[in-house]
């Protein structure tokens, strides 16, 4: 009991004790008062003394302790952190917020990989390329695919501010070289033709939601044909195959509008400058293949279980195959029509088809101001490729892919003129880390005419290849 709680105690004794005197001082003077009148010899007043004096006592004491009390409850008030600390919690500090690379950059991801390789041409051709090979075309030692870095951010329909995203990617190397190469606006000069710039701009473009099921997207980016993309972890082999190097495009510039009728079915319209065209020249020397207009295209995706799923694409577009006398030009439209078919039975097993057939463009070697008669048909090119992957455990996989390309009019430059030709490739794959990942690959190419190098003067039509490439991906959405 603490010193208060005892000053109170003693303030309630004392009251009762005071109010008991009060209340029998009547009654004891009345006692003595009879006792005066029948016994003269009593001593009444000396009686009455003394319960005054303890009356007066009482009094005394319980003012004091009054203002003892008083004066405890004021300072009481005055600082309760008197109080004893045993019976107070004090809350713990909150923790700051911990800041990293996510956090910093909000809804934009940072990501990116490396790409390298050594490669074994057991032809050991005198150039040290490849035939058939672009991205990985230097053999018999190590170079650099690709290094890319990304930014993206996607469209969210939370808010009016935030239905805008955007996604810019840019890379360097082998692969940088070669989609250059392919854009006439990237190639103003022979030497340009000759050593491409190792630095590109693979995607740059905006995209912006309205509602909830469109999207229109502006600005330069990948071409949605075919099963494999520009970036190799973005495929199941590490080389790429024969229909992504000479059936379809690289890239497009222009405009998209993508609806998604529900979570199964989507289309998409394209408005682009053509194929692997920045801009449209009007001017150039006569190829049948640069793009002398707009070219449209339309896409559909259907899923209907998480086993199938199907895109059909479908591009067209003129392109410039002789020039008149007197200026004039000659356009043909080039078309091409693409299909990829999935298959995912269980978590192990993968299946893929991809399957595309181009013609259009057709040959005008003389042309007067009236007339242009064209020689042979129509360029046509085809080709078929199919894609296992068996998924051995959660890092390891084993893939191979199998094609056949035909080039009748040898539109596409395969062999060099009319002609086919087949590869198939064997790739094991391996998760060393969650961002490091090592892909061994051995691939076996073979041509109708003879066109890959084994000496200085002499070409063979078949090609065995060893690759072992290293790729490194990262992403700031992983960072902690």
């Known amino acids: 009991m603490n010193y208060f709680s005892k000053c109170a105690s003693r303030l309630t004794t004392g009251l009762f004790a005071a109010t008991l005197a009060l209340s029998l001082a009547p009654v004891g003077q009345a006692q003595s008062a009879v006792q005066a009148a029948g016994d ?12 005054q004096q303890q009356l007066e006592d009482l009094q005394r004491e319980m003012s004091v302790l009054e203002q003892q009390i008083a004066a405890l409850k004021a300072q009481q008030e005055a600082a309760p952190a008197l109080v004893s600390a045993k019976y107070v919690q004090t809350p713990a500090a909150a923790a700051p917020d911990k800041v990293s690379i996510s956090s910093l950059l909000g809804p934009t991801t940072i990501s990116g990989f490396v790409d390298a390789y050594y490669g074994y041409n057991y032809n050991h051709p005198v150039t040290n390329i490849s035939g058939w090979r672009f991205f990985d075309g230097p053999t018999n030692g ?11 951010k996607a469209p969210d329909p939370a808010t009016p501010d935030t239905r805008f995203g ?18 006439p606006a990237a ?7 000759q050593f491409p710039a190792q630095f590109y701009l693979k995607e740059a473009y905006g995209q912006y939601l309205v509602g909830k099921a469109l999207t229109i997207q502006v600005g330069k980016f990948v071409t949605p044909i075919g099963a494999e993309v520009i970036e190799t972890n973005g495929n199941m082999n590490y080389s790429r195959g024969l229909l992504f190097y000479y059936a379809i495009p690289y890239f497009h510039f222009g405009a998209n ?34 793009s002398s207009g707009m070219t449209y295209g339309v896409s559909a995706a259907y899923t209907p279980s ?50 595309d057939y181009g013609w259009g463009p057709i040959a ?9 008669p064209s020689v042979g048909p129509k360029a046509t090119w085809w080709g078929t490729a199919g894609y296992v992957k068996y998924t051995m455990g959660a890092k390891d996989y084993l893939a191979m892919r199998y094609e056949y ?24 794959s391996h998760n060393v880390t969650s961002g490091l990942q090592v892909r061994a690959e051995y691939r076996y190419d073979f041509a109708s005419a003879p066109i890959f190098a084994r000496t200085t003067s002499k070409v063979v039509k078949e090609q065995n290849t060893a690759t072992l490439g290293l790729i490194y991906s990262f992403s700031s959405a992983n960072a902690k």
């Open 187 to 193: 190639i103003p000069s022979t030497i340009a033709i």
């Open 364 to 372: 005008h070697p003389v042309c007067t101001n009236t007339s242009c």
């Open 40 to 51: 003269s010899s009593a001593a009444p007043a000396a009686a009455a003394k003394t319960q």
């Open 257 to 290: 509008a993508k609806y998604a009728f529900n979570s199964k079915f989507a289309t998409t319209f394209y408005l682009v400058n053509g194929w692997n065209n920045s801009a449209i020249f009007h001017d150039l020397v006569p190829n049948g293949v640069n």
């Open 166 to 183: 955007y996604h810019v990617a840019a890379g360097y190397g082998n692969a940088a070289a070669v989609v250059n190469g392919t854009d």
């Open 306 to 355: 998480s086993k199938w799923s199907a895109i059909e694409n479908y591009f067209a577009g003129p392109v410039m195959d002789a020039v008149r006398p007197n200026g004039g030009t000659v356009n043909d439209y080039k078309q091409l029509s693409d299909t990829v078919l999935s298959y995912t039975p269980n978590a192990k097993w993968s299946f893929t088809i991809n399957g």
């Open 405 to 428: 390309y035909g080039d009748p009019q040898g539109y596409s430059g395969l062999v060099g003129g009319p002609g086919h030709g087949q590869e198939v490739t064997t790739t094991y």
């Open 142 to 152: 190590f170079s650099l695919n690709m290094v890319e870095l990304i930014a993206d």
